[in-house]
């Protein structure tokens, strides 16, 4: 799997847009960018995924530029509740070796 | 629908038991994988399956074994426990194809060794 790079932390306030980047220089051509969302006291769940320009869900944007070795989490208009930790994957949709690796993630604190 | 589920929730070992945790899925997920999460860390893979009889050291495998002889159940042994593997245990599942599909995790064992 590429490694990533995510900011360790980072700090908004209640209605703002936050953006999240992750740098993944070494992402390979069969690699998608998947993105977790961990809540203090519950396991990871998935919020979004993609492999190239944008995608956008209910819950978030996921911004990747043409040369794909960086990719943006935008989360609109945030709130208290999305105060946590936030995690960047690159990985190989079609390899079979079964490796899921996290990193640190990014610790995003919601302030009133 | 269940997910993944992980018993028990908590537990404290002294040091030198042995235990089991257990995890389930009924999403017959082919992919299954063990974590632990340290406070305020993230998360270090110990092992992972990508089938029923098929397993495979992750980042941090040591003091911990695995089975996984069907394809719902993938229980991670404790043998020895040491104060360095008190934690938060998170199991996970998901179909093949790891880094692009989406994995569902369990609510988390904590763990603590005295």
């Known amino acids: 799997l590429a490694k990533t790079t995510q900011p360790i932390s980072m700090d908004s306030y209640e209605g703002q847009e936050v953006n999240i980047t992750c740098s993944h220089n070494n992402i390979a051509t069969n690699d998608y960018i998947t993105w977790y969302q961990q809540f203090p006291s519950q396991g990871p769940r998935f919020i979004i995924q993609g492999y190239k320009t944008k995608v956008t869900n209910e819950v978030a944007s996921l911004f990747i530029p043409a040369d794909r070795k960086s990719s943006t989490l935008s989360l609109p208009r945030v709130s208290l509740s999305d105060t946590a930790v936030y995690y960047c994957l690159v990985g190989d949709i079609f390899s079979n070796t079964g490796k899921l690796i996290f990193g640190q993630g990014t610790t995003l604190q919601v302030k009133p | 629908n269940a997910g993944v589920t992980q018993t028990p929730k908590f537990r404290i070992l002294k040091i030198g038991q042995s235990m089991t945790l257990q995890c389930t899925q009924d999403?017959?997920?082919?992919?299954m994988y063990w974590y632990r999460q340290d406070p305020g860390m993230g998360l270090k893979l110990i092992y992972y399956s990508v089938g029923a009889g098929i397993t495979d050291k992750g980042e941090v495998p040591n003091g911990y074994n695995v089975s996984r002889s069907t394809t719902e159940d993938f229980p991670l042994r404790l043998e020895l426990a040491a104060p360095s593997q008190t934690s938060v245990y998170f199991c996970a599942s998901s179909l093949p194809g790891a880094g692009g599909t989406e994995a569902f995790f369990g609510q988390g064992t904590r763990l603590t060794v005295v």
């Open positions: 999403m017959n997920h082919n992919y």
